[in-house]
């Protein structure tokens, strides 16, 4: 059964105890998770710092405060004196305990019908590899991340690199809780049980660029022992929450097993290549690779795959595509992106800037309005089912 993060926010101490103990220790209320926040000051803060709720309950003067910094998809019930219409779903505070529990698993019940109208837990997984370093790997998957939650999608992005620098883009405050990925990790193998609600204490959510994510980890030992057993738990709890439309897996620059697999989970693998004649020969030999290795697997993947060219400002350059890869079409034609390399970038001393290429977004969004959600329907209509059931699977 899925645990369910709720946050009280109410200026009567006693009562938010007395309902957050009821809560905790009532059969009725076993699949709620309950933070208490009695300051409006406090419950913004909560939520700037990333820390996630599947429902807020509070108190109407609490709403002003928080307005800026909550998601647009944060579902939000107003703890109110007595029935009122107020633009928002309502639950009367002073009322019998287990009546207002029926009514809070009523109102998440509703929030768990409108997702699955929206999609559910069909998530779309994208993984991005490049064939060597340096090749703007995380510059794409965090544009693509902003870009997605900018149409309203609700995105995760999910680094796998050893040296995990999205930091810089996300601005996580170093120190951070326990409350992460390893974490997570431990649970997934002690005790499965509680996957689902370690996975709601270890997301953060970055508010300018609006994704989730998981905080970097503070030793690269972490990325290097995981194994593709547990690459794939992660993967499948983050699918199978019902909070993500879009998952983005940043890879290392490695063909290892955990990037083979991960890449077999995803419906959307993207390689990002050069044009020269050093890149083309890495790619080459990364194919022969996972073709040896890996076999009809990999093979599965090449069938999925799309690559990437990125060129210089030059006028005329064209995506190369593998051979033997798959070619989505968009109408009767195929449709070729490549992504530009802006050598301005390397003057910039504030990451942030990588996000506000006009020439750059253009490119990603010809990335989502082609591969991911073309006009009509999503380019891997029909296929995502297969992957809850194979990652599941896996981490069994």
Request: overall charge neutral.
């Amino acid at each position: 059964m899925r645990t369910y993060s709720l946050i009280v926010a109410a200026r009567e101490q006693e009562y938010v105890r007395r309902l957050a103990e009821y809560m905790r220790d009532s059969p009725a209320a076993s699949g709620w998770q309950v933070t208490a926040c009695t300051k409006p000051q406090s419950l913004r803060q909560y939520i700037k710092s990333g820390y996630p709720a599947d429902l807020l309950l509070i108190q109407p003067e609490f709403q002003a405060e928080i307005d800026d910094v909550t998601g647009r998809d944060m579902p939000i019930v107003l703890l109110v004196p007595y029935t009122m219409d107020a633009g928002l779903p309502c639950i009367v505070q002073y009322q019998a305990l287990p009546k207002l529990v029926q009514q809070l698993n009523r109102q998440i019940g509703r929030i768990g019908r409108e997702m699955e109208r929206r999609g559910g837990d069909d998530a779309l997984v994208l993984s991005i590899f490049s064939t060597m370093g340096g090749m703007g790997k995380t510059t794409l998957a965090i544009n693509l991340a902003k870009e997605a939650a900018e149409q309203g999608k609700r995105v995760f992005y999910f680094n796998l690199e050893p040296y995990n620098a999205s930091s810089l883009y996300l601005q996580e405050q170093q120190g951070d809780s326990e409350e992460n990925l390893s974490r997570l990790l431990y649970v997934l193998q002690a005790q499965p049980q509680q996957a689902s609600r370690q996975l709601a204490s270890s997301i953060r959510h970055d508010v300018a660029l609006g994704v989730d994510y998981f905080a970097p980890a503070a030793s690269p030992e972490e990325r290097l022992k995981l194994s593709p057993r547990l690459a794939l738990a992660v993967l499948s709890e983050l699918v199978s929450s019902g909070r993500y439309e879009l998952i983005i897996l940043d890879l290392d620059s490695r063909l290892d097993e955990v990037a083979s697999e991960l890449m077999g989970a995803s419906h959307l693998p993207l390689w990002l290549t050069g044009g020269d004649a050093t890149s083309r020969a890495k790619l080459e030999l990364m194919l022969q690779h996972g073709r040896s290795r890996w076999g009809g697997a990999f093979a599965a993947i090449e069938h999925k795959l799309r690559t990437l060219q990125v060129y210089s400002l030059q006028p005329g350059r064209k995506a190369h595509l593998l051979p033997g890869a798959a070619q989505h079409a968009e109408g009767t034609a195929e449709t070729e992106i490549s992504l530009p390399y802006i050598s301005e970038w390397r003057n910039h001393h504030d990451p942030l800037q990588l996000l506000q290429s006009p020439l750059y977004r253009g490119t990603v969004q010809r990335i989502i309005r082609h591969w991911l959600w073309p006009e009509g329907g999503r380019a891997d209509a029909g296929e995502s089912g297969a992957f809850v059931a194979r990652a599941r699977q896996a981490a069994d």
